[in-house]
């Protein structure tokens, strides 16, 4: 906008508005997050006569606990197996039928693939409960492939209509080359089209793992034993046992989005465009 | 697609670009093996997973079955009208109404303001976007827990404002009255953020000549802001609209820390009505009818806001 000589007057009363507006929600935001983190060095004393300020005496035995607990480990190590199977899926799934989509014309096709953009009509939750006994027919009750499989099948709509964009925009010039060069369509993918796509497999992989690590409800159902608990469940279970024993809750709440946090920050470009142009090309 | 299916037999009959002449080459090449190699594994595990689920739904709808053995004891509709007749679904659906209108009448307009605000470039511009963001990429299950602590009646956040000003705390998520209204807050609080980021995104893309233009042809900064910027980000605000609204419909994991729908099914919303009425209880059919309804109401209002709003993109 042009109004960069404006934004540099000191005094001008809108100006000065903004930024009283933008700090006020920038507290808003971050005193929960921040009383959160502090709250987990408190003793439960100290949090109740002190909820907001920086802890007078810093507990660091709340959050050694945990670290050194298996718990927590455990925890951790169920929801990244559980993500990184529903993210291996969904990716090795979805490119393959994004490629034949993107490349291949045959009867059909198009209705094939409005067939699979069912899936973003409607939320998993609707169809959970024969779900659930679908996945105890398989007899896949309790165990990782019972959550990443459905995980995987309701991320393919989304995903593969990113990547089959995405594989459509590689010039046509080059599989026609490869082609006459004697290159099969499969090697074609995997030596061509799997590379130069990257980006785009970033972005899917991101969204599909941010989902799939955030996930409650279908570990929720398809899970019953607690050495299998992704962390989400786990955390309800750890509040239910220590229902008022607020600093050490707080001390777990934040070692278990201690992870999301970093991963944010490392790749918050990523992170941003992957959320925001899924949700806006689907 | 069909000329380039041209072209391509065309040179590997001809060793030349011949102009479009013989359409499908007599060869199916490689395309038959990757046909039959990579389309089965997405379509095998979307039909298995999401398809069937809703067909057997529709199914096990008319059956009263607690999931054990096969279904039997057929009973219609009945299961519909139970659900129908039950009190707290009304409130469910209610409460989804509540949620929608909060995102559109306070979550959207302090989206907007604010994309306005930090789309210009300016030092913490970019910091402040981010931060706003950050609680859009916490779990739903997290963000409850954190609030479940602010809102706590004892150690919470607001207890302690309340003990300042010398008053008995409230115990908010506990009561009737207000146990929805907190909830909605944090629905706020988590989800401003990504609306925000979809209108800057919007804005970044926006040709900038138009709105020169207008200012230059005598407009004050709030008249281009009302004439050519919102008119411009239409496209973007019917997206989030519809975004806030399929949230609403598939919200979940945040009720359950803080509230669990209760008390006495105040803050429940469809889904969570859906796990304490039908899963927790494993009413399979009863359960499955809640889902079909849910079903019933997201592709209604995906097809007719696709319709009527979204027809150009």
């Given amino acids: ?282 | 697609m069909a000329r380039r299916t041209a072209s391509v037999s065309a040179i590997g009959v001809a060793g030349e670009m011949v102009p479009q002449v013989t359409v499908r080459g007599p060869s199916w090449d490689g395309r038959f093996t990757v046909l039959i190699l990579f389309l089965p594994p997405a379509l095998l595990l979307f039909t298995l997973f999401v398809v069937l689920p809703i067909g057997e739904a529709a199914w096990y709808s008319a059956f009263n079955w607690n999931g054990f053995g096969r279904p039997t004891n057929w009973i219609g509709l009945d299961n519909y009208r139970f659900v129908l007749e039950t009190r707290a679904f009304w409130l469910a659906l209610r409460n989804n109404g509540l949620i929608i209108a909060v995102s559109l009448a306070i979550q959207l307009p302090l989206a907007l303001t604010l994309a306005l605000m930090l789309a210009e470039r300016f030092r913490g511009a970019v910091a402040l976007r981010m931060l706003f963001f950050m609680p859009y990429i916490l779990a739903e299950i997290a963000t409850g827990l954190i609030f479940s602590f602010v809102y706590d009646g004892d150690y919470g956040l607001v207890a302690s404002i309340w003990r300042t000003f010398g008053a008995e705390p409230p115990h908010l998520l506990a009561s009737t009255d207000t146990a929805m209204l907190a909830v909605l807050i944090v629905i706020v609080w988590k989800y401003f953020g990504f609306h925000m980021m979809l209108f800057i995104a919007a804005l970044q893309s926006l040709d900038k000549s138009l709105i020169e233009a207008a200012r230059i042809d005598g407009a004050t900064r709030s008249q281009a802001l009302r004439h050519v910027v919102i008119p411009l980000l239409y496209p973007t605000i019917r997206l989030s609209v519809f975004f806030a609204i399929v949230g609403s419909l598939q919200l979940f994991d945040l009720v359950m820390p803080l509230t669990r729908g209760g008390p006495a099914d105040s803050s429940n919303t469809m889904v969570s009505f859906l796990y304490n009425n039908g899963i927790s209880r494993m009413r399979v059919g009863y359960g499955s009818a809640i889902g079909v309804i849910l079903f019933a109401i997201c592709v209604t209002f995906a097809f007719t806001y696709k319709r009527w709003f979204m027809r150009d993109e």
């Fill in chain 1, 1 to 282: 906008m042009s109004n960069a000589r404006i934004i540099r007057a000191p005094l001008d009363p809108s100006v000065l508005l903004k930024v009283v507006f933008l700090a006020v929600i920038a507290i808003i935001v971050m005193v929960p997050l921040l009383a959160t983190l502090f709250g987990g060095f408190k003793s439960l004393g100290e949090l109740r006569v002190n909820p907001f300020g920086l802890p007078r005496q810093w507990e660091w035995q709340n959050y050694a606990d945990i670290l050194f607990s298996a718990r927590y480990w455990q925890l951790l190590r169920n929801s990244l197996i559980i993500s990184t199977l529903t993210v291996a899926l969904t990716l090795i799934v979805a490119s393959m039928a994004a490629f034949t989509f993107a490349h291949i014309r045959f009867y059909g096709s198009s209705m094939l693939l409005s067939y699979l953009t069912l899936g973003l009509l409607f939320p998993a939750a609707t169809a959970v409960l024969p779900l659930f006994i679908k996945v105890r027919d398989l007899r896949l009750l309790d165990t990782y492939f019972g959550v990443a499989l459905p995980q995987a099948a309701f991320s393919l709509a989304m995903s593969v209509l990113l990547l089959r964009r995405f594989f459509k925009d590689i010039p046509y010039e080059l599989l026609e080359a490869a082609l006459v060069d004697g290159c099969s369509y499969i090697k074609f993918f995997r030596y061509v089209t799997l590379p130069l796509s990257r980006p785009i497999l970033a972005t899917v992989g991101t969204i599909t793992f941010v989902n799939s690590w955030n996930a409650y409800l279908l570990p929720l159902v398809m899970l019953n034993t607690d050495a299998l608990y992704p962390w989400p469940l786990g955390i309800m279970i750890y509040q239910g046992e220590y229902s008022s024993e607020w600093h050490l809750i707080l001390a777990f709440i934040t070692l278990t989005i201690l992870p999301t946090i970093i991963l944010f920050l490392l790749a918050q470009k990523h992170i941003v465009a992957g959320l925001t142009a899924g949700a806006v090309k689907g």
